[in-house]
């Protein structure tokens, strides 16, 4: 459990950087006690106040990287002739109810691999729930075949993101949510 004195409570209007997800929290104090934190310098270029998307951050002195989800999912097939990103159907298409469209995903099963991209949403909640493990994961119908020999199917795979996308996301809760992110 972490604990936050008043000092610390103070400090935290100073400047407070957050990494992953709440879990490590670096705090700077400049001010002594029972004073106002000291008011931080303007930068001189007006663009530097914008911190980039994705900055690596350093605690305890070394760089610390968000690490991407990954576990074990049910895989269904599916092909559609259009997609929520607007791209086509191809190979490559994976939908997720659960990661933003354009995300990277390297899919194992019995030991063979494929990567893929988000590009469309699914499987419906109805479809997530009645797998186990949830069916997190909808590969085209190509990928399945290459992947298991049958263009349709439902296997038990292991996912890894390899590159979150940018991209909307259909759901922000549901059966399997918690294994799709990681949290």
Known sequence: MITFSTKTIVAATAGVTVIAAGVTTALSYDAAPNQAPAKAAAPADPAAKIAPADPPAAVHGKIVKKRLPEGVSTATSFWDPATASGRPMSYHTIASPYWPLGTTVKITYQGK?????????????????????????????????????????????????????????????????DEATGT
């Open 113 to 177: 691999s494929v990567q893929g991209v988000v590009e469309d949403f699914g499987p419906a909640e109805w479809a997530v729930a009645q797998h186990t493990p949830p069916a997190l994961v909808d590969l085209s119908e190509k990928m399945m075949r290459d992947l298991t020999g049958q263009a349709s199917n439902s296997v038990t795979v292991k996912f890894e993101v390899m590159k979150l996308g940018k991209g909307d996301v259909y759901r922000h809760s549901g059966t399997g949510y």
